[in-house]
């Protein structure tokens, strides 16, 4: 199995910074894409940003240039550092994983999502 720890929310005030963090564990022999998506309240989630295993990264329209993504491959971690937040910033955050882990039978596929950090913004 495949755990996913998230961290790192809170509130904020507007144009403060916040930096969420995702750990997987478990028996995990390879990550592909990483990715953190957000889901107001009455909203559907939708994604935020994404990293590929090569590092190339792609954010949604509303925090480009505000938000960054990263990952430690070491550490089977995933970042996102939230910059000059705003209100309609505020959600619940969750990391999401694909990749390869030890089966009972071999390699198998993985897609596992944390459970969610909640990020509110506002004065």
């Known amino acids: 199995q495949v755990q996913l720890v998230e961290s790192g929310g809170g509130l904020v005030q507007p144009g403060g910074s916040l930096r969420l963090s995702c750990a997987a564990s478990g028996t995990i022999s390879s990550i592909n894409a990483m990715a953190w998506y957000r889901q107001a309240p009455g909203k559907e989630r939708g994604m935020v940003a994404v990293?590929?295993?090569?590092?190339?990264?792609n954010y949604a329209d509303s925090v480009k240039g505000r938000f960054t993504i990263s990952r430690d491959n070491a550490k089977n971690t995933v970042y996102l550092q939230m910059n000059s937040l705003k209100p309609e910033d505020t959600a619940a955050y969750y990391c999401?994983?694909?990749?390869?882990?030890?089966?009972?039978?071999?390699?198998?596929?993985?897609?596992?999502w944390g459970q969610g950090t909640q990020v509110t913004v506002s004065s």
């Open positions: 990293i590929s295993s090569g590092g190339n990264t």
């Open positions: 999401n994983i694909d990749g390869l882990k030890y089966g009972k039978y071999g390699l198998e596929s993985f897609d596992s």
